[in-house]
């Protein structure tokens, strides 16, 4: 009997040992390490991820450098000594970040830039939207209200790469024409941090200098835009001198049909922000990622002086103006209908979608 009972337990011993993997799994951490809250997508896209990572039984753990790039790298090599298993980083400098992402790549612990380029052959991927198309697409919405005259070129932050391949686009679009003598560039300039409140007094600088006689201005987001409307609003310009934007924002959108941002650029975050954790929890599992292309640095920056290559992964943009913003943005739910015509009498909005 004694021996049965023996028995009997060395059997149980080894079926709990044979599922006990199960129930002690790992949870997967995902860090998420972003620039700044400043940028209206930010906090919004955290929300999504964080939602998305815990139905998938994962942690997130985030957090925000607020427009300091040596913070950013402290709090990556944070997140590694918190044992997460990948990292998820929104670069506020995409040079200065290269540094972290080696470092964590030391320590086996895959990162994703997250729409923005982290200047690095050390990422295990760089996910985001097609960056040069959003250039061209934001000229082009400008050329169809003024093809000639006096231009304004508002770029975003100086150390977001994505500026860079804005106005790569922006310029293919453009150059032509200032090679005609058509379009006189009158003024150049970079919005340090993307702020709204740089770019408003960027903007009355460029106007007194100027002396108001400007005809368009390619801005490079919403907020930027939104910004340098301030200083138009107070010449009498706004609604008058196209502007473009980027983001489809809610306040970007409501400044469309309030006949004021003539265009922005929509991009479906709704997109990119499941992909980054899927990729994150397959990158965390050790599977393989589909839909890879791999880009050369150089080609992804623009700047002949870095080597080596990145896994990327890009999603396609829409224009948006008056024509299409209901279309695209509001029926499809990426704004909400009261945001966008709050201010605009009953009698003169679309039917509630």
């Known amino acids: 009997m004694k021996k049965a009972v023996t028995g009997l337990l060395a059997l149980c011993a ?8 199960a129930f002690a799994e790992k949870q997967i951490k995902i860090g998420l390490s972003i620039s700044d809250f400043e940028t209206e997508r930010w906090p919004v896209e955290q929300a999504i991820m964080t939602k998305l990572a815990n139905e998938q039984g994962a942690q997130l753990i985030s957090q925000v450098a607020n427009h300091d790039a040596k913070l950013q790298n402290d709090q990556i090599e944070n997140m590694v000594l918190q044992g997460v298993d990948v990292i998820i980083i929104i670069a506020e400098d995409g040079a200065a970040a290269a540094s972290a992402v080696a470092s964590a790549a030391q320590d086996k612990i895959p990162c994703i830039a997250y729409d923005r380029l982290v200047k690095s052959d050390k990422l295990a991927a760089y996910i985001s939207f097609d960056n040069v198309e959003v250039g061209r697409t934001q000229a082009r919405g400008v050329l169809k209200k003024v093809d000639s005259g006096n231009f304004v070129m508002l770029g975003g932050s ?11 686009g922006q310029m ?5 024409l200032v090679d005609k003598g058509q379009i006189k560039i009158v003024a150049d300039q970079w919005v340090e941090n993307w702020s709204p409140a740089n770019a408003t007094k960027i903007m009355e600088n460029i106007l007194t200098a100027q002396q108001n006689k400007i005809d368009a201005v390619v801005a490079s987001n919403d907020g930027t835009a939104l910004g340098a409307l301030q200083a138009m609003k107070a010449q009498g310009l706004a609604g008058k001198v196209p502007i473009s934007g980027q983001d489809a924002t809610a306040a970007g959108c409501k400044s469309i049909v309030e006949n004021e941002l003539t265009m922005t650029v929509y991009k479906d975050v709704r997109l990119l922000s499941p992909m980054a954790i899927d990729m994150a929890i397959k990158l965390a599992k050790g599977e393989a990622v589909e839909g890879l292309k791999s880009y050369s640095l150089k080609e992804l920056t623009l700047d002949d002086k ?11 943009v829409v224009g948006v ?3 299409n913003v209901y279309d695209e943005i509001v029926k499809s739910g990426f704004q909400k209908y009261d945001d966008i015509y709050k201010d605009i009498p009953e009698d003169k909005r679309p039917p509630r979608p």
């Open 321 to 323: 103006d008056s024509s």
């Open 172 to 176: 293919e679009i453009i150059q032509p």
């Open 306 to 316: 870095l080597t080596g290559d990145v896994p990327c992964k890009f999603l396609k």
């Open 158 to 168: 100086p150390t977001d790469n994505n500026a860079v391949l804005f106005r790569k």
């Open 14 to 21: 080894i079926s709990i040992c044979a599922v006990m993997p």
